[in-house]
């Protein structure tokens, strides 16, 4: 392990300060071991990134967390208690954004509250709030035929902010956009997460969107997946996001990265 290395490991989350709690999670699906006694910690208020090649397990181990699969073995603790399905301590975002196609923004972006009985002024209130901090002010009666790729992303973000759980899933949230679009999103993203008090679990292809983005990156390997290390960048987090990309730390980071991870792409 490198110096340089060392540095990202020194601070260890207390446990007090994890808000979600991977332990011991193996998951089969017929003869194929997607993951196997798998454990992993993340820490409350931060954004951890699940990193690795295609087929690690990345999106299953999400889904788990989630509720939205049930794990073989293991648990799932999310602020002190097991998971036994989907509540609202935690929201999806999508890949695929997984709007209302007959509603407009502001409802879909309402929908999560209208589901739990909150009343419409109450409801559409917060939904305006977020669809503001995402950006799509303006456009809160347009449809989602209507939007561009990008924006029909922001408003799913949106949607998975206003019912205020306490801990966002994001499944390859910015895949489908432009590069530009992208860059903006990862900017926008670390606003969310240094505004919001929430505990982010991102998944990503990208070495460098991880690395620009978390607080953890947890690199997985290829099935049965399992955790080949954790990195927790540092010093250029208090810099601003347009000196990240240029700081050698971020670079030194994705340079190792790759170098971990290159052979196991195939």
Known sequence: MSQTRQAFDDAQPSDQDIAV??????????AVEALKNMSLEFPRGQLTSLL???????????????GLLKPDSG???????????????????????????????????????ELRGVPRSEREAKAEKY???????????AFPHELSGGMRQRVGLARALSVDSKVLLLDEPFSAVDEQTRRKFQEDLLALVEN???????????????????DQIAILLPRPSRV????????FRTKGVGNIRRDPEYLDIVDEIWASLRNYVE
């Open 228 to 235: 080949s290390e954790i990195i927790r960048p540092t010093s």
């Open 131 to 141: 669809i503001r901090d995402v950006g799509l002010a303006g456009f809160e009666r």
């Open 75 to 113: 648990e799932i603790i999310v602020n002190g208690k097991a998971v036994s399905g989907p509540g609202p301590n935690r929201a999806f975002v999508f890949q695929d954004f997984a709007l209302l196609p007959w509603a407009s923004v502001l409802r879909n972006v309402a929908f999560g509250l």
């Open 21 to 30: 709690s991977v332990r011991g999670v193996s998951k089969n699906y017929g």
């Open 196 to 214: 919001e008090n929430k505990t982010f679990i991102f998944v990503t292809h990208s070495i460098e969107e991880a690395v620009y983005v978390s």
């Open 52 to 66: 690795g090649p295609s087929g690690c397990g990345k999106t299953t181990l999400l889904k788990i967390i989630a």
